[in-house]
């Protein structure tokens, strides 16, 4: 099964505080082996109270919780982004999601560099 955009922002909190799967299941009470499918993507669409515990012990800055919390409601989201948006802390957590939303016809989506820059133009161009 392919990774989800929720697992690639679990996973990636997690290894940043350098925390193994187990010692975030003890420290969170949400067993280990759920938290390993929940970044694997064999579970998706886990409940607020299970995020927050998550997200108790991971520690996030408050966007990248936002973009957890967020992600957590749309199991769509394109786990190449969530990457993209989770290495660069500028783009915030409106640019981010705006992205996630947007829609694309046939099967090519537009990198995430470029999809963001996008979405940059046009949150710009409204503020003026």
Same mark, same amino acid.
């Given at each position: ?19 193994? =799967?187990? %010692? ?8 280990? #082996?759920? *938290?390993?499918?929940?970044?694997? /993507? ?38 190449? =982004?969530? %990457? ?8 915030? #957590?409106? *640019?981010?999601?705006?992205?996630? /939303? ?27």
């Amino acid at each position: 099964m392919p990774q989800t955009a929720l697992g690639v922002a679990l996973k990636t909190l997690r290894e940043r505080r350098t925390l193994s =799967l187990r %010692e975030v299941s003890q420290l969170s009470t949400v067993d280990h #082996a759920y *938290v390993h499918r929940l970044e694997t /993507g064999e579970k998706t669409n886990p409940s607020q109270d299970l995020v927050d515990k998550l997200l108790k012990v991971l520690k996030p800055d408050q966007r990248d919780a936002a973009l957890v919390k967020w992600l957590a409601d749309h199991a769509e989201a394109d786990p190449q =982004l969530v %990457e993209f948006v989770l290495a660069d802390s500028s783009i915030s #957590a409106d *640019v981010f999601a705006a992205a996630a /939303g947007i829609r694309h016809r046939g099967t090519v989506r537009p990198d995430p560099a470029t999809l963001i820059a996008r979405v940059k133009r046009a949150f710009d161009e409204e503020d003026d």
